[in-house]
C-alpha cells in the first residue's frame, strides 16, 4: 500500500485530482485482499469488484506504461469492467478509446467560497438537527440504503464500510448532520473537513418517505455552516452530471462547476 499512496500522491499533485477513488483506498488499507493489483515501480492497477482504477508516476508518463499496465490487467479480467479518469484526463481518454471502453458517467465537482452569510437554518416544527451517536446507526443504514437504492456505490455502504469512514482521521461526529423526528431519521448531511481550508459536502441523504419537506436545502445548510464554523474557506462536492434536482440545489447555494472539474466513468462490456 505505501507504493501505490506514494505514486497516488505523485499523481494528485501534479494533475491536481486524487487518482484513487475513496473507496479503492480504503480496501487497500484494510482489506488488501478484496483487490488485484498490477504493479511496477513507476506505476500501478487495482481492480476493487469491477472497477478498475489506472495511476502513473508523472515523471514515466509518455512511454506507453499506462497501457502496459492495462493491457496486462485486461489479460486477467473476464466480464465487465469500469474505470474511473478523475479530473477527465486526455490520456485516460486515448487508452478508453484504443481498448473499447465507452464513456458512460460523468461526476461533476462543484465549488463555492465560505462567506459570511453561511448560517445554521432553523428545522421545522417537530424536526430536530444534531449530531451523530451510535445509537441512530441503524437507521442511518437504512436511510442512506433507500435514498441512495440506485447509485452504485453510496447504496452499498454496510456497518463495516461505515465503521471503517468513522476510523479515518477527519471523521467527526458532530459533522454528520441528523434529521430526525422522534425515532425517525428523515435525512442526513455527512460533512468531511479535508485539510484547514477544505471542507466538503460528502453525503446529503433524505428518507424518500420525507422528500417534499425540503430538508435537502436544510441539511445541506446546516452542513455548510458546520464547516464554516470550523474555519474552512472552501467547500467543494460531487454530484451526477444528469441529477438536475441536485445540481440546482447546489447551484441555488452558490455552488459552481468548472469544465475541468469533471470525473469521467468509462466501461466496457
Do not use: C
Not at 120 to 135: F, I, K, M, R, W
Not at 210 to 225: D, E, K, N
Request: a negative charge.
Amino acid at each position: 500500500m505505501d507504493h501505490i499512496a506514494e505514486i497516488a500522491r505523485a499523481a494528485e499533485h501534479y494533475d491536481g485530482a486524487a487518482p484513487l477513488d475513496e473507496a479503492t483506498v480504503l480496501a487497500l488499507r484494510h482489506r488488501p485482499d478484496s483487490a488485484r493489483v498490477w504493479g511496477d515501480p513507476d506505476g500501478v492497477a487495482v481492480l476493487l469488484g469491477d472497477e478498475l482504477s489506472l495511476v502513473t508516476r508523472p515523471s514515466a508518463r509518455g512511454h506507453g506504461l499506462g497501457g502496459r499496465l492495462l493491457e496486462e490487467a485486461l489479460t486477467e479480467i473476464s466480464g465487465p469492467i469500469r474505470a474511473w479518469s478523475h479530473g477527465d484526463h486526455p490520456a485516460a481518454a486515448a487508452l478508453a478509446a484504443r481498448y473499447r471502453f465507452r464513456r458512460t458517467r460523468e461526476l461533476w465537482v462543484m465549488r463555492r467560497p465560505v462567506t459570511e452569510d453561511l448560517e445554521a437554518p432553523s428545522a421545522p416544527e417537530g424536526v430536530s438537527l444534531h449530531g451523530y451517536t451510535s445509537s441512530w446507526e441503524s437507521e442511518l443504514l437504512r436511510v442512506n440504503a433507500a435514498a441512495f437504492a440506485d447509485h452504485p456505490e453510496q447504496g452499498a455502504l454496510d456497518g463495516p464500510g461505515l465503521a471503517e469512514r468513522m476510523g479515518e482521521p477527519w471523521w467527526d461526529a458532530a459533522g454528520l448532520i441528523l434529521a430526525t423526528e422522534e425515532d425517525r431519521l428523515l435525512g442526513f448531511h455527512w460533512t468531511k473537513r479535508h485539510s484547514s481550508r477544505l471542507g466538503e459536502v460528502y453525503v446529503v441523504g433524505v428518507d424518500p418517505s420525507s422528500q417534499g419537506r425540503g430538508l435537502g436545502r436544510i441539511l445541506t445548510s446546516a452542513g455548510l455552516a458546520h464547516l464554516a464554523d470550523l474555519g474552512v474557506a472552501e467547500i467543494h462536492l460531487y454530484v451526477e452530471s444528469d441529477n438536475t434536482p441536485a445540481i440546482r440545489l447546489y447551484t441555488g447555494l452558490d455552488f459552481t462547476h468548472a469544465p475541468a472539474d469533471t470525473h469521467v466513468q468509462y466501461a466496457r462490456d
